[in-house]
C-alpha cells in the first residue's frame, strides 16, 4: 500500500500529513516525541489532503471545532480505544488522564491512557492536547508543552489567539 504524504504551514508549525489514499494516517509536527520524518518510498501529493489541510486551516482560523474526515491511525486495540475517546472531548474542553481511564472502564489504567495518548499519531484532529493532569496542569505533550499551551489557549479564545512562537 503506498503512503502519500505532504507538508503543509500551521501556527503551530510545520505539519507532515500522511494517508493511504482513502484516509488520514498522521498528523506530525517537527521535532515531535513520536513523530517521524519522510520515509523512502512515500510518494509526495498534495492532491491527497485537500480536505484535511482545509479543514486544518478552518480549525487554526477558528472557524471549525469538530473534524470530519476518514481517519485510520495505527496502533493496538487498547490505544484505539484511548484515540477514541479523545474525539469525544469537545472543543475547547480538557478530561484528566483519570477521567479518560474511568470512561474506559477502570481508574488504574490511567498510566497507560497517558502513553496511548503520547503515541496518538494524528495529533490535532484526534485532540490528544485535551488531556491534563488531574490537578488542571499541563503534562507532557510530543509536540511540546508549549504547543500543548497554544492550543488549548486557541479554543478558549475560539481562534483570536496568534502565532505561536517557536522556542
Same mark, same amino acid.
Given at each position: 500500500?503506498?503512503?502519500?504524504?505532504?507538508?503543509?504551514?500551521?501556527?503551530? !508549525?510545520?505539519?507532515?500529513?500522511?494517508?493511504?489514499?482513502?484516509?488520514?494516517?498522521?498528523?506530525?509536527?517537527?521535532?515531535?516525541?513520536?513523530?517521524?520524518?519522510?520515509?523512502?518510498?512515500?510518494?509526495?501529493?498534495?492532491?491527497?489532503?485537500?480536505?484535511?489541510?482545509?479543514?486544518?486551516?478552518?480549525?487554526?482560523?477558528?472557524?471549525?471545532?469538530?473534524?470530519?474526515?476518514?481517519?485510520?491511525?495505527?496502533?493496538?486495540?487498547?490505544?484505539?480505544?484511548?484515540?477514541?475517546?479523545?474525539?469525544?472531548?469537545?472543543?475547547?474542553?480538557?478530561?484528566?488522564? !483519570?477521567?479518560?481511564?474511568?470512561?474506559?472502564?477502570?481508574?488504574?489504567?490511567?498510566?497507560?491512557?497517558?502513553?496511548?495518548?503520547?503515541?496518538?499519531?494524528?495529533?490535532?484532529?484526534?485532540?490528544?492536547?485535551?488531556?491534563?493532569?488531574?490537578?488542571?496542569?499541563?503534562?507532557?505533550?510530543?509536540?511540546?508543552?508549549?504547543?500543548?499551551?497554544?492550543?488549548?489557549?486557541?479554543?478558549?479564545?475560539?481562534?483570536?489567539?496568534?502565532?505561536?512562537?517557536?522556542?
Amino acid at each position: 500500500m503506498t503512503t502519500f504524504y505532504c507538508h503543509t504551514p500551521s501556527p503551530i !508549525g510545520e505539519l507532515l500529513l500522511t494517508g493511504d489514499g482513502t484516509s488520514l494516517t498522521r498528523i506530525y509536527m517537527r521535532k515531535q516525541k513520536y513523530g517521524c520524518d519522510v520515509k523512502p518510498g512515500w510518494e509526495q501529493d498534495e492532491s491527497q489532503f485537500g480536505e484535511a489541510r482545509r479543514q486544518l486551516d478552518a480549525y487554526f482560523a477558528g472557524d471549525l471545532k469538530q473534524f470530519d474526515l476518514p481517519l485510520a491511525p495505527a496502533g493496538t486495540e487498547f490505544q484505539q480505544s484511548v484515540w477514541r475517546a479523545l474525539v469525544e472531548i469537545p472543543y475547547g474542553e480538557t478530561r484528566s488522564y !483519570g477521567e479518560l481511564a474511568r470512561q474506559l472502564g477502570s481508574p488504574k489504567l490511567n498510566r497507560a491512557v497517558g502513553t496511548a495518548n503520547g503515541r496518538n499519531p494524528i495529533s490535532i484532529i484526534i485532540p490528544c492536547h485535551r488531556v491534563i493532569g488531574a490537578d488542571g496542569s499541563l503534562t507532557g505533550y510530543g509536540g511540546g508543552v508549549e504547543r500543548k499551551r497554544w492550543l488549548l489557549a486557541h479554543e478558549a479564545s475560539n481562534g483570536e489567539y496568534g502565532q505561536f512562537e517557536l522556542f
